[in-house]
Antibody, heavy 114, light 110 residues
Framework: EVHLVESGGGLIQPGGSLRISCVAA????????MNWVRQAPGKGLEWVSQ????????FYADSVKGRFTVYRDNDKDSLFLQMNNLRVEDTAVYYC???????WGQGILVTVSS | QAGLTQPPSVSKVLRQTATLTCTGN????????ALWLQQHQGHPPKLLSY???ERPSGISERFSASRSGNTASLTITGLQPEDEAEYFC???????????FGVGTKLTVL
């Protein structure tokens, strides 16, 4: 069974940095592209970033380009999102999502507030 | 990045049929097709349909998807109380190189 478990969220001040993680289980992690998708409180879904199974440059939403960096460690079945220069509008539940959005983690809340 | 167009809400009576729509353009829905996600309050989204009408294992046959040009549709037959949820469509945009989402349709089962 596929499992995606996010961690590392919390409360951070505007302008701060935070790294969130996702550990995958139940499938060959290295063979799949992975995504981060976020959902602000009471709002819809917003795609954040995608990283391929290996080699290709990642893609980012315009709203996070230049501030967020996605990377992965296939040996540890892990996906990461380094978030710098955080803004209040980055407050959201961040989901780790496999490939063509077929499996979603439970999500982790990131709150940016002073 | 622009999103896909969905009606914000649809209300139907128990055991009736609901059809939800999602409109994009030739770079996303019209090219790659759309997928549909169901989200109940307080839970992560769940994939209902991909490649226009492929259903993951465990998804009821009451859910079926289709596409005509740049518009995708999700039809839910025999509506049940548990179908009351938010439904999002999504598609990969080959020009923007991004996943796009609709704003979501809140389905109410009366």
């Amino acid at each position: 069974e596929v499992h995606l478990v996010e961690s590392g969220g919390g409360l951070i001040q505007p302008g701060g940095s935070l790294r969130i993680s996702c550990v995958a289980a139940g499938f060959n992690f290295g063979a799949y592209g992975m995504n981060w998708v976020r959902q602000a409180p009471g709002k819809g879904l917003e795609w954040v970033s995608q990283i391929s199974s290996g080699g290709s440059p990642p893609f980012y939403a315009d709203s996070v380009k230049g501030r967020f960096t996605v990377y992965r460690d296939n040996d540890k079945d892990s996906l990461f999102l380094q978030m710098n220069n955080l803004r209040v509008e980055d407050t959201a539940v961040y989901y780790c999502v496999r490939g063509v959005l077929d499996y979603w983690g439970q999500g982790i809340l990131v709150t940016v507030s002073s | 990045q622009a999103g896909l167009t969905q009606p914000p809400s649809v209300s139907k009576v128990l055991r009736q049929t609901a059809t939800l729509t999602c409109t994009g353009n030739s770079n996303n829905v019209g090219n790659q097709g759309a997928l549909w996600l169901q989200q109940h309050q307080g839970h992560p989204p769940k994939l209902l349909s991909y490649r226009n009408n492929e259903r993951p294992s465990g998804i009821s046959e009451r859910f079926s998807a289709s596409r005509s040009g740049n518009t995708a549709s999700l039809t839910i037959t025999g509506l049940q109380p548990e179908d009351e949820a938010e439904y999002f469509c999504s598609a990969w945009d080959s020009d923007l190189r991004a996943w796009l989402f609709g704003v979501g349709t809140k389905l109410t089962v009366l």
